[in-house]
């Protein structure tokens, strides 16, 4: 059985070997058998020259449709929506070589880097750092919500007052769990009905597991259960500009980034 690398000819499963094409390096490996195996010499003997047949040979593996295993790596430092620092990650070949390993993201999980691993983490427990990232998908999580403007549906006819549960509901509409706990609103109230709040936006707080935070929009739409007396639908309601139920929300709501709709119809037109 045979390693080497050659032309493919007279079919998919069978392969000769290519003597007029001018050789370079192949790194794909083929796995080859002769289908015509030589006869033995014997004894004492002049070799016999090899027939034309015996350079006929059949597949048994090509290398480049096998899937290249996972590679398993430390990582040396937080990388988004792959793990944090000193996680051990497993990664198509691929991505591991060309955005961790070049970068010096990550090592290779080897024996010796392993146990180095076990070394640093024994030290780091006697001197433990405050966590910069809770998981690693906080802060996808975290650039998502920025970029959200949820709306708060508050009655037409009845009086209210926006709490914590109004902030929850917007985001269970908008496919989001979110617990009071992690929600912080201002000291300031917000009561109405109220037409002049009318798509304006107000701030609030959401802590991503007890650890990052980042402010959300939320813009203001009055609704009435009954349809004669809800307000008519207003094209590109949720596009900017954004007016601030308060003054001093106005310059962050502004360096807010957009949401994502908003970016994609800009760069349609």
């Keep these: 059985m045979l390693r080497l690398g050659f032309q493919l000819l007279g ?16 790194r794909t490996t083929y796995i080859l ?26 597949e048994v593996e090509n290398t480049n449709l096998k899937a290249e295993p996972d590679l398993k790596l430390i990582l040396t430092s937080f990388v988004e929506g792959i793990g944090l620092k000193n996680d051990i990650v497993s990664v198509r070949p691929n991505f591991g070589r060309s955005k961790l390993l070049s970068p010096g993201l990550a090592v290779y999980a080897s024996p010796e880097n392993l146990e180095k691993l076990k070394t640093e983490l024994e030290k780091s427990s006697e001197n433990i750092q405050p966590m910069q990232h809770s998981s690693r998908f906080a802060e996808l999580t975290r650039r998502d919500l920025a970029s959200r403007i949820l709306i708060v549906l508050v009655n037409k006819e009845n009086p209210w007052t926006i709490e914590k549960w109004h902030i929850r509901a917007a985001f269970r509409r908008s496919g989001i769990c ?80 957009l949401p994502p709709f908003c970016l994609k119809k800009s760069v349609a037109t």
């Excluded at 002769?34 to 059949?58: E, I, Q």
């Design 178 to 257: 979110v617990p009071d706990h992690a929600i912080k609103m201002g000291d300031r109230t917000i009561s109405g009905p109220n037409f002049e709040l009318e798509k304006k936006q107000f701030l609030v707080t959401v802590t991503i597991n007890n650890l990052e935070t980042t402010p959300v929009r939320c813009m203001i739409r009055h609704w009435s259960s009954l349809p004669e007396l809800r307000l008519p639908k207003v094209e590109g309601y949720l596009e900017p500009p954004y007016e601030p139920v308060f003054e001093d929300e106005r310059q962050i709501i502004a360096t807010l980034p």
């Design 11 to 26: 079919g998919v499963r069978t392969l000769q070997p290519s003597f007029s094409v001018k050789i370079e390096q192949i």
């Design 33 to 58: 058998k002769r289908r015509f195996p030589a006869a033995l010499d014997k004894k004492n003997r002049a070799p016999k020259p090899l027939k034309t047949k015996n350079f006929v040979y059949d």
